[in-house]
T-cell receptor, first 113, second 115 residues
């Protein structure tokens, strides 16, 4: 079992839909939780960052962390075709003083007009 | 300002040849990471440099892989005697520090194809 599990999709939704992307993990030491967006043939870019449990909102994006269930989510409201990309979750801990993140496989999202 | 740059953007090589991939991080960033991304897979950590500390090489898949970072800035990832399974996108990232939650800025990657 991988440390971070993420359904690769693809997830296809109509424009304007609410999108829910999720990851589960097994390492209870993870404290930092991140979502990256990666467009085709580009490097990932950080979308959201959350420390420990709770919710964080930024515009149309909301990140949720449930450490008791080892489950994190990213919600996208009013999805747009420009949101079509691969979304990677990542998480890290301070193990050994290193915060090297562990990434999920990424979920491919397609928002069609 | 300029982001992370990588060169070449694409590299096609023959099995058994050596390749060098270059990463120019954002100026002032002390931490530098190399990852490998294969089709349909997540980012696989390869190596991490933080300031003047010894690099964390725990992710390198074999002794054919090595990396160096000169003067705390530019980094080169070298793959010796390339194999077909080395074909992937190699991504470099840098961050201001290596501490938790510190945003990593990624380059566009080098797409390596080993024939």
């Amino acid at each position: 079992q991988k440390e971070v599990e993420q359904d690769p999709g693809p997830l296809s939704v109509p424009e304007g839909a609410i999108v829910s992307l999720n990851c589960t993990y097994s390492n209870s030491a993870f404290q930092y939780f991140m979502w990256y967006r990666q467009y085709s043939r580009k490097g990932p870019e950080l979308l959201m960052y959350t420390y420990s449990s709770g919710n964080k909102e930024d515009g149309r994006f909301t990140a949720q962390v449930d450490k008791s269930s080892k489950y994190i989510s990213l919600f996208i409201r009013d999805s747009q075709p420009s949101d079509s990309a691969t979304y990677l979750c990542a998480m890290s801990s301070s193990s050994g003083g290193s915060y090297i993140p562990t990434f999920g496989r990424g979920t491919s999202l397609i928002v069609h007009p | 300002g300029a982001g992370v740059s990588q060169s070449p953007s694409n590299k096609v090589t023959e099995k058994g040849k050596d390749v060098e991939l270059r990463c120019d991080p954002i100026s002032g960033h002390t931490a530098l990471y190399w990852y490998r991304q294969s089709l349909g897979q997540g980012l696989e950590f390869l190596i991490y440099f933080q300031g003047n500390s010894a690099p964390d090489k725990s992710g390198l898949p074999s002794d054919r892989f090595s990396a160096e970072r000169t003067g705390g800035s530019v980094s080169t990832l070298t793959i010796q005697r390339t194999q077909q399974e080395d074909s992937a996108v190699y991504l470099c990232a840098s961050s201001f520090t290596g501490t938790g939650g510190n945003e990593q800025f990624f380059g566009p990657g080098t797409r390596l194809t080993v024939l």
